[in-house]
């Protein structure tokens, strides 16, 4: 079975502070994909970044990065800079990627962590 | 770009009473999946289809029941509904293939009361 565990439950920063999310998971699979979600206060969910675990190169996007390290099972995302419109609630989650083809991307959330930015 | 549209937004029922949610997934995006969310909680799986068929189950309530129609939009139907059915109910959509995100519609509110 999977599992996603985002210990951290709720993180307040000032605006302009780094913000580092923590995310372990389990998988008994060698193949699958890792992803950040955000959801707003308005409810949506809004796709962040994605990750194979073939791919454990770590990477910048804008404002974003992220550490993908397989052999701790830890994708940690951070937020450089932070600004209030980051205020939101993070989920973590996993999709196994052998059952892709034939079931498609279900995924398996950690239990969000709610991230406060404050002027 | 067209994204996943849901409906209705909100939605309040009475217990006992029946619900149908619709969701219109992105053009040429054969798989659907439905998820809710409890207040607090993270979202969870409910049930996904690929080309109008029943591709995976998760922790669906027997009283609940989806299907796939041929224009690929999907309908989760709730019947006899309980309190501890008011969540967040999100449908996502994507394509067939391995190397995409789903995409998640605004979501649908349900409040029993």
């Known amino acids: 079975a999977q599992k996603v565990t985002q210990a951290q439950t709720e993180i307040s920063v000032v605006e302009k502070e780094d913000v580092t999310l923590d995310c372990v998971y389990e998988?008994?699979?060698?193949?699958?994909?890792l992803f950040w979600y955000k959801q707003p206060p308005s409810g949506e969910l809004v796709f962040l970044i994605r990750?194979?675990?073939?791919?454990?190169q770590n990477e910048i996007s804008g404002r974003y990065s992220w550490n993908f390290q397989k052999s701790t099972s830890s994708f940690n995302f951070t937020i450089t800079a932070s600004q209030v419109v980051d205020s939101a609630v993070y989920f973590c989650?996993?999709?196994?990627?052998?059952?892709?083809?034939?079931?498609?991307?279900?995924?398996?959330f950690g239990g969000g962590t709610r991230v406060l930015v404050k002027p | 770009a067209a994204g996943v549209i849901q409906s209705p937004r909100h939605l309040i029922k009475e217990k006992r009473e029946t619900a149908t949610l619709k969701c219109y997934p992105i053009?040429?995006?054969?798989?659907v999946y439905w998820y809710q969310q409890g207040p607090g909680q993270d979202p969870q799986f409910l049930i996904s289809?690929?080309?109008?068929?029943?591709?995976d189950k998760g922790s669906i309530p027997d009283r609940f029941s989806a299907q796939q129609f041929s224009d690929y939009h999907s309908e989760l139907n709730m019947s006899s509904l309980e309190l501890g059915d008011s969540a967040l109910y999100f449908c996502?959509?994507?394509?067939?293939?391995?190397?995409?995100?789903?995409?998640f519609g605004q979501g649908t509110r349900l409040t029993v009361v």
């Open positions: 996502a959509s994507s394509p067939q293939r391995e190397d995409t995100e789903a995409f």
């Open positions: 998988t008994r699979d060698t193949t699958y994909y």
């Open positions: 990750r194979n675990s073939f791919d454990e």
């Open positions: 989650a996993l999709s196994d990627l052998r059952m892709i083809k034939a079931a498609g991307n279900k995924l398996t």
């Open positions: 053009p040429r995006h054969d798989t």
């Open positions: 289809f690929y080309e109008k068929m029943q591709s």
